[in-house]
């Protein structure tokens, strides 16, 4: 059996494949990216606030104290927003050409192809496949993949 499809990359496509992306493949690393900032956030306003307690009573430098908060508001800030920062990048593209790709499946493997040039692979270089309500998403690693429409 075989199944043949074709699929053209458009920017609607491309925008989703990206969200599908950091919904999946991302998920763990914004997650500690997120904790990580959170955790040195805190720990940054403690020692801004320690310092600015040791500013008032025994008069030091105030540079430390307004340093460690500084520190600390930017690593909150960037542990809170960090997933919609990520999610923004697909706004920001630029106008792409649309691109037609035929993809052919049968039982040993598959093989993808624009016309002029083409590769065939087998089902074992796929690492997770995802998808949303239009779209499935092949993954090969952390940076290639493809979409295809359902």
Request: net charge positive; hydrophobic share 40%; proline share 2%.
């Amino acid at each position: 059996m075989s199944f043949e499809m074709e699929t053209t990359y458009d920017r609607p496509t491309i925008r989703a494949f990206q969200q599908i992306l950091n919904r999946t493949l991302r998920a763990k690393r914004i997650r500690a990216v997120r904790i990580v900032s959170i955790l040195i956030g805190c720990i940054s306003l403690a020692y801004g606030l320690l310092w600015l307690w040791a500013t008032v009573t025994a008069g030091v430098s105030v540079v430390p104290a307004l340093s460690g908060l500084a520190a600390g508001t930017i690593f909150l800030l960037l542990g809170l927003f960090y997933e919609k920062y990520i999610n923004r990048f697909g706004r920001h593209m630029v106008d792409q050409t649309p691109v037609t790709i035929r993809y052919s499946f049968d039982a040993h493997g598959y093989s993808t192809g624009t016309g002029r040039s083409g590769t065939r692979s087998t089902y074992g270089v796929i690492r997770t496949i995802c998808g949303d309500a239009g779209h499935y998403v092949i993954m090969l690693d952390r940076r290639r993949g493809f979409v295809l429409d359902k």
